[in-house]
């Protein structure tokens, strides 16, 4: 510490006499040996290295002067309630020995008189800031620690301005930023109005049943984000109209004891404001804001969050009113509203007073948090992510979903924190609600340098704080007038196409009669992909009309401009894209249809987007033949000798073949959309299509057959162990009925004969070998989607051997085979490998599948129970059996068991009944005379709907599922995408379909 030449202006350059004006002699004789005994006046220094710590401690606090004065009064009133001396004053002994308290203590005594007169008042208080001896500092997260005292309201009053204290020393320090700290200010409001909420209770009448009653925290306090000296906004609600009476005598006393001990409790937000009843029951909540609540009743509810009393009541009564909340957006007059409340406020503001206020005034507070919550009440109507209560996790929210951009929301984020900060300081120098900065020079020093402000050469402190404070103030209130105002204007500017050029509120409401859920998000899409004056950007100009219409006609409009404007980002600088979507025809709409409505094919063309492509030729839009796909497949895997590379080939030539079928399949009842491809050799005569759900299951499985024989290609060449030896792929399942739908994994058996003169063992570690190589490459993570290679129909399940040799396999049917296996191998066709052994084992199972005696009345019963049993235990808990595609009443299953049971009763005399598609086995039965012709019709019906209806689950989801809503997006997808426009209309027809589908499948069981 460097020492002084003059003993004038000595403790000056401590920092003391500053606020006085009297060079230090105040602290002079405070610090001297009739005071504190700190310092020796003949020799203008600290008396020893102890006092020297402590007076460098004071001259950091906000305020020297206060700091000391402070110091001084409470070694005096300490010395009153001991009897004691300064000399023996245990303040002093521990603020020399205890570092963290020095710290602590003299930072709160610099920046809050009334802390400091509290701690006059309780000298014993400052232990509450002593170091653990761990050497943490105290908690500061807002909890009340119980405080002796036989009153209840005093005992809290003392436990409240302990926390407080806490609070504000690790505040003061950097224990804690301003988000913790408004935090643990909220945490401290909720013990607090528990505590209070608890006193009432017990002051009740006895007799008096205790009232279920909520209370719910608003505006700063909700939304976590309290200041130090605010009223706390609440709403009381009640259970029942029984409680009313006892929950309002308990609200009352809340109210009474909250304003004894903290603040003022403030239930203004509550229906009807004052002039309402204190507490309502939640009906009574409900009725008011569905019929009378205004829009800023419901900008307030944002910031709704449960607080003290019946937490899951308070919960409730949020829940209830949420869907209230995120419709309010959608009136007329909402935007508005939310802007002139704005500017009421602003008007309201003392002229004297609107430069310097940095909640209400221009620049404020209050201009980021309306910002934030009037994009929080339009966006967050479809995007959950942008609701939490908190001023900041909103803001976040809205930067990362891309509704407010990065620099913006960090442009705000630091005015925010800033004007916050000076708000606490403010408020905690007095503990007094203000939200003005004052004007006289000291007061201006002192908040300066409560801030962290310090001189630099040229420029004070306060001239530093002043600067900064302009600054954010100026970019504030320049985001709030563009988030608030400008969006709709900016975006609409930048549209000129003859549908969009509208005013704000028109090109609004026509988004809103299309459907758009969010208009304000479909105008920033289009302003994405139109402004400038790029060429690219005029060919979009002329586009996008035409295909909003065409997201209009989806369930959901904004996903198909989303989609496509992900789309156009990818491609967007390619030259073929927008002249293919200008000049190709259809080629837009489809697009717009097919990204509309189908998640799976937006999510491919994502990864994919050239096999867009597929959409400007019709022929490119039929499934390719079989032995097409099979031969191209090959050549791409025989283009690599490494095998993961061969496969990758593989599995890229798979995605774009999922492209062309899915694409071909949403747009075939597409009307004038729907693709007219004509044969190869030019005739004008029509190429397989997909009219019929059998041709989409054939189509897929037909590339399934060609990914698995060029996977199985490159994983035969990486096994040379492997040559000689025969080896085939058996198609189970639904990959074996050619009825695969877009997600199936691939059902298969695993078969191998050993070559002459080779051992079983070696043949046999040979053939697992390459069906290990092949689920490995198939199964080696990509971009591209998977196709999961299940061979769990083999005998004996996951527990049996994954591969088998023909003769083996001829064993098990022949010895240990039961009827469910026979079933199971009703599926069964050569896929892939060595045709020969494939054929030897086709002809190997004939009469296990196809009994030559049908079977026995036991086998009969089996089956039956079987099919029971699966349809309680595999359906899922929850599931709606009347919709449920697989299991439900009337769908897949029902009618699979129904045919296959015939297929094994009577194939081995009818050889008609041998094959594995469902429906034309079903065909045959019905020609065959084992099933009536309408009950053949219904079962058709209630399959092929059931089938249709699971892929466009798919389509539509992106995501494998069974269920077909009741209600919802989901459905109106399905519908519009299987050509239906009455969503409800839909579902009747498919209930009414399953049910007949259900009756005719039993009869045929049960036959």
Not at 113 to 135: F, K, S
Not at 221 to 236: A, Q, T
Not at 742 to 770: I, K, Q, R
Request: net charge neutral; charged share 25%; hydrophobic share 45%.
């Amino acid at each position: 510490m460097s020492r002084p030449t003059r003993a004038p202006g000595r403790l000056a350059r401590y920092g003391f006499g500053t606020a006085e004006g009297d060079g230090g002699a105040r602290a002079a004789d405070l610090l001297g040996p009739e005071g504190l005994r700190l310092w020796q006046p003949a020799e203008q220094e600290p008396v020893d290295e102890a006092a020297a710590e402590l007076l460098a401690a004071l001259s950091r606090a906000a305020d020297p002067d206060l700091a000391l004065r402070q110091l001084h009064r409470i070694v005096e009133a300490e010395g009153r309630s001991t009897d004691g001396s300064t000399a023996e004053s245990p303040l002093l002994a521990d603020l020399h020995k205890d570092p963290g308290l020095r710290r602590r203590l003299i930072a709160v005594l610099g920046a809050s008189a009334a802390l400091g007169d509290h701690l006059v008042a309780h000298p014993e208080h400052y232990r509450a800031l002593r170091t653990a001896p761990d050497g943490l500092a105290p908690t500061a997260e807002g909890r009340l620690e119980p405080a002796d005292g036989g009153n209840p309201v005093a005992a809290l009053r003392t436990a409240y301005r302990l926390a407080l204290l806490r609070i504000a020393a690790a505040d003061l320090t950097g224990g804690r930023g301003l988000e913790q700290t408004m935090a643990a200010l909220s945490a401290l409001a909720d013990a607090t109005l528990s505590a209070a909420y608890e006193i009432a209770v017990a002051e009740l009448a006895e007799g008096t049943e205790r009232p279920r009653l909520a209370v719910v925290a608003m505006g700063k306090c909700g939304g976590g984000e309290l200041n130090y000296v605010s009223d706390v906004d609440v709403i009381f609600v009640a259970a029942e109209d029984a409680d009313l009476s006892a929950a309002t005598q308990v609200a009352t006393r809340l109210i009474s004891i909250c304003g004894l001990v903290a603040w003022p409790v403030d239930a203004a937000l509550r229906p009807e404001g004052s002039r309402g009843p204190l507490v309502r029951t939640l009906a009574s909540h409900l009725a008011y804001y569905r019929r009378w609540a205004r829009t800023w009743e419901f900008q307030a509810l944002l910031k709704a969050r449960p607080a003290a009393g019946d937490l899951p009541l308070a919960q409730e009564w949020i829940d209830q009113l949420a869907p209230l909340v995120w419709r309010a957006a959608e009136r007329p007059e909402a935007v508005e509203d939310v802007r002139a409340m704005r500017r009421r406020i602003i008007d309201h503001i003392p002229p004297k007073e609107l430069e310097r206020e940095i909640k209400r005034g221009p620049g404020g507070l209050r201009d980021i948090e309306f910002a934030v919550q009037l994009l929080q009440l339009v966006h967050g109507r479809g995007d959950e992510t942008l609701r939490p209560p908190g001023t900041i996790p909103a803001l976040r929210a809205l930067v990362a979903g891309g509704y407010v951009g990065r620099a913006d929301g960090e442009a705000l984020l630091r005015g925010y924190r800033f004007l916050r900060s000076v708000e606490h300081r403010l408020q905690l120098q007095g503990l007094r609600r203000t939200h003005t900065v004052p004007a006289e020079p000291g007061a201006l020093r002192w908040l300066a340098a409560a801030l962290g402000f310090t001189a630099t050469p040229g420029r004070s402190a306060v001239e530093s704080f002043r600067a900064e404070w302009v600054t954010h103030a100026t970019e504030v209130r320049r985001l709030h007038a563009k988030l608030l105002y400008r969006p709709l204007l900016e975006s609409v500017a930048r549209v000129p196409a003859d549908g969009l050029r509208l005013t704000p509120e028109a090109a609004r409401n026509r988004l809103e009669i299309l459907g758009f859920a969010d208009p304000a998000g479909a105008l920033r899409h289009l302003q994405a992909l139109t402004g400038g004056v790029s060429r690219t950007a005029a060919i979009q100009r002329t586009l996008l009309p035409v295909l909003l219409s065409e997201f209009a006609d989806a369930p959901e409009p904004d996903r198909g401009l989303l989609n496509y404007r992900k789309v156009s980002d990818k491609l967007g600088s390619t030259p073929w894209y927008l002249r293919l979507l200008r000049d190709g025809g259809p080629v837009a709409r489809r697009l717009a249809r097919v990204l509309a409505l189908s998640r799976y094919v937006a999510d491919l063309l994502a990864r994919d987007p050239e096999a867009l492509r597929l959409l400007a030729e019709e022929n490119e839009l039929a499934p390719r033949a079989p032995e097409v796909l099979r031969e191209g497949f090959l050549a791409a895997a025989a283009r690599h000798t490494d095998p993961v590379e061969a496969t990758s080939a593989v599995r890229a030539l798979r995605r774009r073949e999922l492209v062309r079928v899915a694409c071909a399949d949403l747009l075939c009842r597409a009307g004038a959309l729907a693709p007219s491809p004509t044969r190869a050799d030019g005739a004008n005569r029509p190429a397989r299509g997909l009219s019929d759900i059998t041709e989409v299951g054939t189509a897929l499985a037909d590339v399934t057959d060609a990914t698995l024989a060029a996977a199985l290609r490159a994983a035969q060449a990486s096994q040379p162990a492997s040559e000689g030896l025969r080896f085939a792929v058996i198609g189970m399942g639904r990959l074996g009925g050619y009825e695969s739908n877009y997600l199936s994994d691939a059902d298969v058996l695993f078969v191998y004969d050993p070559p002459p003169g080779t051992s079983e063992s070696a043949a046999s570690a040979a053939a697992h070998a390459v069906a290990e190589e092949l689920r490995r490459l198939l199964g080696v993570p990509a971009p591209d989607p998977p196709l999961g290679v299940d061979a769990d129909l083999r005998p004996e399940g996951r527990q049996g051997p994954l591969v088998r040799s023909l003769a083996a396999y001829a064993q098990y049917y022949a010895r240990w085979s039961r009827v469910w296996e026979a079933q199971a191998l009703l599926r069964a066709r050569f896929v892939c490998g060595d045709a020969d052994l494939g054929a030897e084992f086709e002809a190997m199972i004939e009469p296990v599948r196809y009994p030559a005696d049908g079977l026995t009345r036991e086998q009969v019963v089996e089956i039956r129970r079987i099919k029971a049993r699966v349809e309680t235990e595999r359906l899922p808990r929850g599931a709606d059996p009347a919709t449920h595609t697989k299991l439900g009443r009337g769908g897949l299953a029902d009618v699979e068991w129904a045919v296959q049971l015939v297929q094994l009763r009577h194939a081995g005399a009818i050889p008609e009944l041998r094959g594995t598609r469902t429906l034309d086995a079903l065909a045959a039965a019905e020609r065959a005379g084992l099933i009536d012709r309408a009950d053949a019709a219904e079962m058709a019906a209630g399959w092929s709907l059931a089938a249709q209806v699971r892929n466009a689950l798919m389509l539509v989801r992106g995501r494998a599922g069974d269920q077909l809503p009741r209600h919802g997006v989901e459905l109106a997808g399905v519908a519009r995408l299987l050509g239906r426009d009455d969503p409800g209309e839909f579902l009747d027809e498919y209930l009414r379909t399953g049910r007949r589908s259900r009756a005719a499948a039993e009869r045929v069981l049960d036959a």
